[in-house]
């Protein structure tokens, strides 16, 4: 997100944090003050964790630009684990109660449930194209796959 984009307090705000932590004030973040400004909201992730956040971003930096440090403090920080499960929650939905897996079937009922009806034609290629291991439904690895990339 582009700093841009912010209301102009929350902008400020983040200014402010920035050259707060922007101890040595070269106009950069060093991955540890990240980390700490992380910390500070509650946040704790490691210097390594944040350099991974950090470089899937822009792969070159090792330090961060105010533009570059906005994108990191507004994207949203869900553990892996709490990801897993909220996943596996909305594929329970889909796949139904006491189901392993989600059919043209059961896709299209909830779908209709939604107010977004699919024909049986296209629940069958949404089926096909997230299919991963060819089984002809959707089981919860295939789901994960999918949704999560």
Same mark, same amino acid.
């Given at each position: 997100?582009?700093?841009?984009?912010?209301?102009?307090?929350?902008?400020?705000?983040?200014?402010?944090?920035?050259?707060?932590?922007?101890?040595?004030?070269?106009?950069?973040?060093?991955?540890?003050?990240? &980390? &700490?400004?992380?910390?500070?909201?509650?946040?704790?992730?490691?210097?390594?964790?944040?350099?991974?956040?950090?470089?899937?971003?822009?792969?070159?930096?090792?330090?961060?630009?105010?533009?570059?440090?906005?994108?990191?403090?507004?994207?949203?920080?869900?553990?892996?684990?709490?990801?897993?499960?909220?996943?596996?929650?909305?594929?329970?939905?889909?796949?139904?109660?006491?189901?392993? &897996?989600?059919?043209?079937?059961?896709?299209?009922?909830?779908?209709?449930?939604?107010?977004?009806?699919?024909?049986?034609?296209?629940?069958?290629?949404?089926?096909?194209?997230?299919?991963?291991?060819?089984?002809?439904?959707?089981?919860?690895?295939?789901?994960?796959?999918?949704?999560?990339?």
């Amino acid at each position: 997100m582009s700093s841009s984009l912010l209301r102009e307090e929350d902008n400020q705000e983040l200014r402010s944090i920035f050259d707060a932590f922007d101890h040595n004030s070269d106009g950069l973040l060093d991955v540890d003050e990240v &980390a &700490a400004i992380l910390h500070s909201f509650g946040k704790p992730m490691t210097e390594a964790e944040v350099l991974d956040m950090v470089t899937e971003l822009k792969p070159e930096l090792k330090k961060l630009p105010f533009e570059d440090f906005v994108n990191v403090m507004c994207r949203p920080m869900v553990s892996e684990a709490a990801l897993r499960e909220e996943v596996k929650e909305v594929f329970g939905h889909f796949a139904g109660a006491g189901n392993t &897996a989600i059919t043209a079937a059961s896709l299209q009922e909830v779908m209709s449930s939604l107010d977004h009806p699919v024909s049986k034609l296209l629940s069958e290629e949404m089926i096909r194209e997230a299919d991963l291991d060819r089984d002809g439904k959707i089981g919860l690895e295939d789901f994960m796959r999918t949704v999560v990339l």
